[in-house]
């Protein structure tokens, strides 16, 4: 899920500075009164309400799997996601699971779903 825009959070955490009640900026904002607070304490704290980075490191099994797996389903089109992670373990020596190989396959736009 993205973050909320850093405009929106600046919008909600002056409308609680000029005395607003909270209730009705959450209802203003579609926001939840939590999700006001946070801001208001990150803004307390940090002098910002600009979103965190998300934790974890980048993916780099990804890339390299959409790299090589257009040329793969072009001699392969109606391989399972298991074939699919079989391959590239033997091609390059790194496993993935079903669920790294089936939105590899998505963001190529690929469909799995047999032809009639």
């Known amino acids: 899920m993205k973050p ?11 409308a609680v500075a000029i005395g607003t009640p909270r209730d ?13 607070e946070r801001w208001l304490r990150l803004k307390r704290e ?18 390299a799997v959409m790299a090589a797996l257009p040329e793969r389903l072009v001699e ?16 390059s020596g790194v496993a993935v699971s079903p669920a790294t190989m089936s939105r ?9 779903k047999e032809s009639r």
């Open 46 to 63: 940090t002098g910002s309400v600009a979103s965190k980075p998300v934790p974890g490191p980048v993916a780099v099994k990804t890339e």
């Open 4 to 14: 909320y825009s850093e405009e929106l959070r600046e919008r909600v955490v002056r």
């Open 76 to 91: 392969h089109a109606d391989a399972t996601l298991g074939e699919h992670c079989a391959w590239w373990r033997e091609a």
């Open 24 to 36: 009705e900026v959450a209802a203003t904002f579609a926001v939840s009164v939590p999700t006001i």
């Open 104 to 112: 590899a396959l998505t963001r190529l736009g690929w469909t799995r």
